[in-house]
């Protein structure tokens, strides 16, 4: 199956009003710049995204946060984006917060196939209401159920045309189990090489879970909060 698309655009088709969506990226790190422009260009709405992080006001998925193009925000950091505190406090947008570790397990989990699993992070804390509690070796957990999404859009270092993908330091953190969780893998790359090209020893997403790349463009790769010492 040939996998190499053109561009963002020809790579989100499909994608329709009240799809979920997981968007790789650790802050703005590793985040697929190309993909969210053409979605946002492309004027899809009610969607529910799953993200480590919401992007910043005028920048990742803040962009789609701007044009109202996001029903339901299902994230573990949010805190740099103030248009998704005013959604929220509005009552405009619907939002899940999880603890970072976990949402990671829970990508992973949906595409390792692994339903539901137990652990200790949130208990006692408004993440455990309504969930399902027990004790292993004398400490409550909670069950924790597995996340999957309608297409995964991530972004990597470099990928072959078979799909096979190499990620770049935290930029690996969401990207990888996110890759694994969509019933469409889209990957963006800085550099798509023929296949056969990437030693074998440095995938980190085998192509088998990628259904569509391409090689992106003009990537900003901005910085939440740059720090500079005088």
């Known amino acids: 199956m040939n996998k190499v698309v053109s561009n963002a655009a020809e790579a989100i088709e499909g994608i329709i009003d009240g799809m979920t969506l997981l968007v790789g990226g650790f802050g703005l790190c590793g985040i697929p710049e190309n993909c969210i422009a053409a979605l946002v260009n492309s004027g899809v709405k009610q969607l529910t995204c799953i993200s480590n992080n919401a992007g ?11 044009k109202r193009q996001v029903k339901k925000m299902i994230s573990s950091y949010v805190g740099e984006n103030a248009e998704f505190e005013r959604q929220l406090l509005a009552g405009e947008l619907e939002v899940e917060l999880i603890p970072q570790g976990t949402l990671a397990e829970r990508c992973r989990a ?27 070796n004398g400490k409550p957990h909670l069950l924790e159920h597995a996340i ?10 470099k990928g072959d045309t078979h799909g096979n993908l190499i990620y770049r330091a935290t930029a690996n953190n969401f990207n990888q189990p996110m890759a694994m969780a969509g019933k469409i893998t ?28 391409f090689e992106g463009k003009n990537y900003e790769k901005r910085i939440e909060k740059l720090t500079e010492k005088s």
Do not use: M, S
């Open 186 to 213: 889209i990957a963006e790359v800085e550099e798509l090489v023929p296949a056969g090209t990437l030693d074998p020893a440095q995938i980190h997403t085998p192509g088998i879970f990628v259904q569509r790349i």
């Open 148 to 157: 999957t999404g309608d297409f995964a859009i991530i972004k990597a270092w």
């Open 110 to 136: 949906g595409g390792a196939g692994i339903p539901a699993f137990y652990v200790p992070a949130g208990y006692g804390t408004e993440v455990a209401e309504g969930k399902e509690i027990r004790e292993f």
């Open 56 to 66: 910043v006001d005028d920048f990742g998925l803040g962009l789609l946060l701007q």
